[in-house]
């Protein structure tokens, strides 16, 4: 216990001294929030001339959320920097010197960054639902409203587990560059395409981003025949996390600093 420890305080040490996770975490909360709330007022002006399907499928809560898009890509840069890093510098062997248990390496420094990023989240989630809700006026929605509780913390965990999607693929490819090269345009671009394409549709709504976002919803959208509900999303998301999170510890003690 000792041990797990020493190692937990090393990798907190490692976290704080590198200025790139600081910033990468701080433009998730800016990104996040100021998005939402850009978003929040447009939808506020534009309520009167929306369509009455739109009106009945307005969802308030979510859309103090639409900064999240842009906000997830700073995680997920800051999952692969806390990981990757090491390698990127020549340290990890080092690292892998001080402590051979492969299990307490990696995991003692998930752990240590899923919670700095838990408590990120769950602030940027707060704080892009109130001020979000600020700018929609009498359009609002109330943190009490049934299912609205349940999305502003589904998105601090939503975030959560995007970061440690992140880590996990950033420990099977040790490469910053290689695992922004993919990641970045699987959440952006093939996961959109998969999601939004009829043939494709029900393979999509399967992928990480696609099924965790549901627990950010509290108004079904038009048409959403999702087999699974808020919660249930999310957990689709978090069995993504355990096989990267598996995945990168297998490599790990099979391939690295050997």
Known sequence: MAVVTQV???E????????????????????TVALGMLLS????SQFSTMPARERLSFDPTNISFAG?????????????????????TGMIRVSLAAVPQRA????????VAAALVLVVGMVTSFAAFFLGQAMLG?????????????AVVGGGLYMTLIAMFSMGVAAMLRSPMLSLGILMPFFFLVSNILGNVDATRKIG????????????????????DVPYGPWGG?????????????????????????
């Open 138 to 150: 009498s359009h609002r929605a109330h943190l009490g409203d049934p299912g609205v509780l349940r």
């Open 68 to 88: 999240m898009t842009l906000g997830q890509l700073a995680m997920i840069v800051f999952g692969v920097l806390v990981v990757s890093n090491e390698y990127s």
């Open 8 to 10: 937990v305080r090393s």
């Open 205 to 224: 709504r399967f992928l990480p981003d696609q099924a965790g976002s549901h627990i950010m919803q509290v108004v079904p959208r038009a048409g959403d």
């Open 12 to 31: 907190w040490t490692k976290i704080r001294s590198v200025a790139s996770t600081v910033w990468t975490l701080s433009l998730a909360v800016v990104v």
């Open 234 to 258: 999310l957990g689709i998301m978090g069995l993504w996390v355990i096989a990267a999170l598996a995945g990168g510890y297998v490599l790990l003690k099979r391939r690295d600093a050997q």
């Open 104 to 111: 307490t390496f990696l995991f003692s420094k998930i752990a």
């Open 41 to 44: 007022a447009l939808a506020n």
